[in-house]
């Protein structure tokens, strides 16, 4: 069986802990399960992992706190564990930097999945493709999976990379956020589909600079990527 990367497990719930593990490391993965908000940021700089999964409610640092710290470290891919029904849990998970997020109680198969997925659209794109859109003030590099604004680096998340990048790719195509989370996330996609909308108003936030608003919205439809009209 292939190696497919390394999963940091947090919860302090060891039910949980083992059945990650055992289900993670069926399909390929090293699982490394941490039961405690302050051993999470040790474990990170030691175990180097290839995406985080993290309950929000913690004894120590909680999970929004931990998202919130990591983003400054790396942008690594981290799907939040959120308590069934808490939408301001999600929502709050998003804007703190989360990829995604699955509600508790949760099918391991269906987190085995997300965790496939969000790794890999956070690969390495073939250079042969198109991996490198360039409009007034913004360059989007698909092979290192850069973002530059005005000609400096913008952190964004893998996940806002996936969908700043696939609006790009084709201009002025307005997109339903059934369109978008079939895209980008990659899956049968069941959450909120406001996941969306967190995601495009954290990157309007890290485009504001720029003269001209790229991503915007068609009322009652979704979103598009309107560059500058050429001449205009």
């Given at each position: ?12 719930d ?16 090293e ?162 589909q ?39």
């Amino acid at each position: 069986m292939p190696y497919l990367g390394k999963v940091l497990v947090v919860d302090d719930d060891q039910n949980v802990l083992e059945l990650v593990k055992l289900y993670g490391e069926r399909e390929g993965f090293e699982v490394i399960g941490v039961n405690h908000g302050d051993l999470v940021l040790p474990a990170f700089d030691r175990e180097n992992p290839d995406v985080v999964i993290m309950d929000i409610m913690l004894p120590g640092k909680d999970g929004l706190t931990l998202c919130r710290n990591l983003r400054t470290v790396r942008m690594i891919p981290i799907i939040m564990l959120t308590a069934k029904g808490e939408e301001a849990d999600r929502v709050l998970g998003l804007e703190m930097g989360a990829d995604d997020y699955v509600s508790k109680p949760f099918s391991p198969r269906e987190l085995v999945a997300r965790i496939k997925a969000v790794l890999r659209r956070t690969q390495t794109v073939d250079p042969v493709t198109c991996w490198k859109l360039k409009y007034p003030g913004l360059e989007i590099q698909a092979d290192t999976r850069r973002v530059l604004v005005d000609g400096a680096e913008t952190e964004v998340t893998p996940r806002e990379f996936d969908l700043l990048y696939h609006l790009a790719q084709n201009p002025r195509r307005v997109f339903t956020r059934e369109e978008l989370l079939a895209a980008v996330w990659g899956y049968d996609y069941f959450g909120d589909q406001r996941t969306v909308d967190v995601h495009i108003r954290r990157l309007r936030t890290k485009l504001t600079s720029l003269p001209q608003e790229y991503l915007t919205t068609v009322w009652g439809v979704g979103y598009q990527f309107t560059p500058p009209v050429k001449g205009g």
